[in-house]
Each structure stands twice: as structure tokens, then as C-alpha cells.
């Protein structure tokens, strides 16, 4: 039997395919593993190039139609063969080292359900390009960050398949299920993310559209309101849709005027309270993200002076230096992989 399970989902990537799978293939160190390929209804010739690699290794389960990734990864997990389940993109690529990295640490750590990793990018033609996503390191980051995004790259994850059975994903999530699914995980479980770059992601056209980013706000803010109701967080979609702005304000070229602020503080606040009752997220770290996105409101706001100028009389602000501190040590790439090595 493998020891770990590759789980690549697939639905018409003919194209980047069989560059994921030979990034697989190629794995240099691993225990012994296997690559599931779980066919999600292609109408292609995915599966036909999957099969022209002629590898023992690959095990394929065919859909006759098209159900959706959340749908496609619950029957990988439950079909893996491995004590641990590793989840790449069929458009993404796995450094050689990735799964023994992670499967080393794993194995010396049994109280972790799974771990990430830093994550680079490539072209179409598959040239690494400069742009690199660091996630943080330790479960305590990782846990005080789900209430806004993932602390997990999940096309770098591997997990214990026992875990990932037991959280299956969400199906009717038509995007985010895997945010949602480490969201619960780090609830209740230990996980981390390596600070190397262990899978890169291939840029493509089909990725980024109006319809995506859409789709992405309303799916999120179902996950960001169970997170909220557990923490006795009475709120409207318009708090919804505020929080999801919250963690866009950089990307989405916002500036938030007066009003908005006037939300984020409040809103802010009532988050910090929260959590100091019920004590879901850990501290003093999730003071210290508060304090984090309510100096980026300030920073982007217009004008800015004003919201400046809100910064430096918030309590809120009091927390920042431990916030920038965090963020700044669990993603400065020496630092990182100093504390890693040292076990932190």
C-alpha cells in the first residue's frame, strides 16, 4: 500500500495535465505513493495524456459528469489508499522535494492534521515567474487568520487521510470549499505551513474573472458567517460584505472613505470582544491581525490623513506592533526558515 495519495483533480486540463502529474512522477525522497487522478467529467483528452504516461503509479477515477471540485476531492480522499492525502491543482506543478518534506514533518509531528506551504507561480509555458505566496508558519497564525482567509495553500496541503475523511468538503460551495475546509480543521486541529516553495501555480487566462471574484464574495461570506455565529456575532450582509472588503482592500485598489471606517472600527471592536469572551481564536495574536487590517483601512482611506489620523487615537492601534511583528517574522523568508529549523 503507498504511504500518501495525490489527489489531482481534474476537469478538461488537457493542456497542464501532464506537466502536474510528471511533477509528481518525478518526486525525489517520497515514501512510496500514488497519483489519483479523479476525473470530474472531462469532455478533453485529459484522461487519454494521463493514461499516455503509462505509469503503475496512476490509479484514475472516471466521472460521467461534471460535479465540482469540492465533489471530486470527497472521492479522492475516500478512495486514497495512503495514511496521508496530498492535494495538487491539475494546472499547478510539485517541486521535487514537496512530498518528503512534508510527509518528514508530519511523521515527527502527530499532532498536526496536515501542512502547507509556500507556493510560487508560472507562466503559461510553465517559466517560474517572481511572484510568491507566503502563508504562515504555525497553527497559532494559521488559526487566528481563518476568520479572513486561509492559512493553507491548498494545492501545497498534505493531511492525515483519516482527518480529511472526517472533514469532508462542503459540496455546495461551488468555490471555497477548501478554505472552508481548513478553516474547520484549524478549529479543531494543530496544522502549519513550510516556509518553502514547494508547488508553483501556473497563471492562465481561465483563472481570474469578473464572474469569479463574484462568486468568490458570496461563497466566502458563507463561510466567514458560521465562523461568526459561533462567535455570537449578531450581523447583516452588509457586515458581510464589509469583512470580505476588509482582507481586499490592497488588491481591489480600494479606498475607504469615512463611513466605512466608521464600520471597520466598530466592527473591529466587536470581533476583539468576541473572541475574549468565547476564546475561539488565539491571543494574543488575533488582537494583533485586528490591529493589522484596521491600519490598512487607514492606510487606504481618503484621504488619507484622516485616516491616519484615526489610526494613532484607536485602541485598537495598541496591538499593532505585535500584529506587524507576526505578520513580518512568520513570512520574512530567513526568519521562517531560522525558526523552523529550531523548531518555533
Known sequence: MPEISVLIPVYNRAAYVTSAVRSVLDQRGAPDFEVLIVDDGSTD???????????????????????GIASARNRGIAAARGAYTAFLDSDDVA???????QHAFLNARPDHAGVGAWIGWIDDDGKRLSRIKRKPRTYRMIAAERLFRSGIEN???????????????????VVGSDYDLWARIARDHPVASLPHLLVDRRAHAEQATTENVARDRYFRCRIFAWQLDALGIHYTDA????????????KAGDRPDEAYLDWAEAWLARLRAANREYRLYPEPEFSGLLA????????????????????????LTRALPRGAFQGWAHRAPLVSRAAARLGR
Open 155 to 173: 494545492s501545497t496541503a498534505m493531511a492525515r487521510t483519516e482527518v480529511l475523511r472526517a472533514y469532508p468538503h462542503d459540496e455546495s460551495l
Open 45 to 67: 483528452d485529459s484522461l487519454a495524456r494521463v493514461a499516455a504516461l503509462g505509469d503503475s503509479r496512476i490509479r484514475v477515477l472516471e466521472a460521467k459528469a461534471n460535479g
Open 239 to 250: 457586515d458581510l460584505n464589509g469583512h470580505y472588503r476588509l482582507r481586499r482592500l490592497k
Open 292 to 315: 493589522l487590517f484596521w491600519a490598512a483601512a487607514c492606510w487606504y482611506a481618503e484621504p488619507q490623513a484622516k485616516g491616519m489620523a484615526r489610526l494613532a487615537r484607536n485602541p
Open 95 to 101: 517541486r521535487p522535494e514537496r512530498l518528503a518534506a
